[in-house]
Nanobody, 127 residues
């Protein structure tokens, strides 16, 4: 069965770092874009970062540019998010997903190719 499993979240002090991982299973997604979203308590879902199938193109939300780096390993069917210089406003549940087009990740109606979401991983940044 196809599923997405996020991991790597935790509690970290402002200025610290975390590395999130997303494992996709059930099929391969080497020809698809992959990316990350986050949702803070009481807020809507927010785009964070995306990467195309080859890793040659990346998109980042303005709020994380220069601090976060997205990468992928197609052989392992995984996507990662290295988060540095974390701020309290980065606190949220982080979710990954896949889609044929990287630009779809900036659409507020994003559903993803699978139309399914994982459980997410909670990132809490203390001030």
């Amino acid at each position: 069965q196809v599923q997405l499993v996020e991991s790597g979240g935790g509690l970290v002090q402002a200025g610290g770092s975390l590395r999130l991982s997303c494992a996709a299973s059930g099929r391969t997604f080497s020809s698809y874009a992959m990316g990350w979203f986050r949702q803070a308590s009481g807020k809507g879902r927010e785009f964070v970062a995306a990467i195309n199938w080859s890793g040659s193109t990346t998109f980042y939300a303005d709020s994380v540019k220069g601090r976060f780096t997205i990468s992928r390993d197609n052989a392992k069917n995984m996507v990662y998010l290295q988060m540095n210089s974390l701020k309290p406003e980065d606190t949220a549940v982080y979710y990954c997903n896949v889609d044929p087009s990287i630009v779809a990740f900036r659409d507020v109606t994003f559903r993803g190719y699978l139309e399914v979401w994982g459980q997410g991983t909670l990132v809490t940044v203390s001030s």
